[in-house]
């Protein structure tokens, strides 16, 4: 009788699974489970902050000001979805510092050209080629330095960075005109002189980024470039003729 409980206890025993079954079930449930998220890319806070702006700065280059959203750069950055609204509050913070990031860089560009100009010609056409270089080079950035109505102009770095800008206008004109010009009070004759350069230059590279000027350039001898249709339009002497 024990003889028989013996054999039955010991068919009831589990058998124990083999090493090599085990191995194969653990690579079963990992081949199940699903695949780990992409790690976000570790910042400390300020060079989190530079880093969404430069991610920014790419989607909109690349995708435009349609595809810019709080979304696409957080995950162009590598981060959580959450990180650009802590930093910037809405699309529109994003928008006004990236956009005051824009005017920074276009003031340095501008500063630059003039810095390297040696004869008075080239200083006086430095600034306005330099105006149009960067608009073919960052045409996204461009755009949105203009976009008014999409823009918080109460944020400081954009307002200092937009009136940095318009300071080296003033100052580039009134060296032009060789006089002092205040920027918080004009003339009529210096604020006409401001608003005249600048039309002239922003008006040539909207229709520049937007192909206008094409047709023009087709007409011209050729080889001409837009460049050098710039310095002809710049270098012109301003003759009117009014009626009597």
Same mark, same amino acid.
């Given at each position: 009788?024990?003889?028989? @409980?013996?054999?039955?206890?010991? $068919?009831? *025993?589990?058998?124990? !699974? +083999? *090493? ?17 998220? *992409? ?8 060079? =989190?902050?530079? $880093? #969404? ?9 690349? @995708?435009?000001? +349609?595809? #810019?959203?709080?979304? $696409?750069? $957080? ?14 509050? @809405?699309?529109?913070?994003? #928008? ?24 008075? =010609? ?16 960052? !045409?996204?950035?461009?755009? %949105?330095? /203009?976009?008014?109505?999409?823009? &918080?102009?109460?944020? !400081? +770095? ?7 800008? /318009? ?5 580039? %004109? ?9 920027? @918080? ?18 008006? /040539?590279?909207?229709? =520049? =980024? &937007?192909?206008? #000027?094409?047709? %023009?350039?087709?007409?011209? !001898? ?23």
């Amino acid at each position: 009788m024990a003889k028989s @409980d013996t054999k039955s206890e010991t $068919a009831r *025993k589990p058998r124990t !699974p +083999s *090493k090599t079954s085990s191995a194969a079930s653990a690579q079963a449930r990992s081949a199940r489970r699903p695949a780990v998220a *992409k790690t976000e890319t570790p910042y400390h806070h300020g060079a =989190l902050r530079e $880093a #969404l702006l430069q991610a920014a700065e790419r989607v909109l280059e690349r @995708d435009g000001l +349609s595809g #810019l959203t709080l979304r $696409a750069v $957080a995950r162009e950055a590598g981060v959580s979805h959450a990180a650009p609204t802590h930093h910037f509050g @809405d699309l529109t913070g994003l #928008l006004s510092e990236l956009a005051a990031v824009g005017f920074r860089q276009f003031n340095a560009a501008m500063a630059s050209s003039c810095d390297a100009a040696t004869t008075p =010609l080239e200083r006086a056409l430095a600034r306005p080629k330099a105006y149009v270089a960067y608009a073919q080079a960052h !045409p996204g950035m461009y755009g %949105i330095m /203009f976009r008014t109505e999409r823009l &918080d102009y109460s944020r !400081p +770095s954009l307002h200092e960075a937009a009136e940095a800008s /318009f300071a080296g206008l003033a100052n580039a %004109i009134g060296m032009m005109r060789q006089e002092q010009i205040s920027e @918080d009070s004009l003339t009529l004759n210096q604020g006409a002189a401001i608003a005249r350069a600048w039309s002239m230059v922003h008006g /040539f590279t909207m229709l =520049l =980024l &937007d192909g206008r #000027l094409e047709d %023009i350039l087709g007409r011209l !001898p050729e080889g001409t470039t837009a460049e050098q249709l710039l310095e002809a339009m710049l270098t012109a002497p301003i003759t009117a003729k009014l009626p009597a």
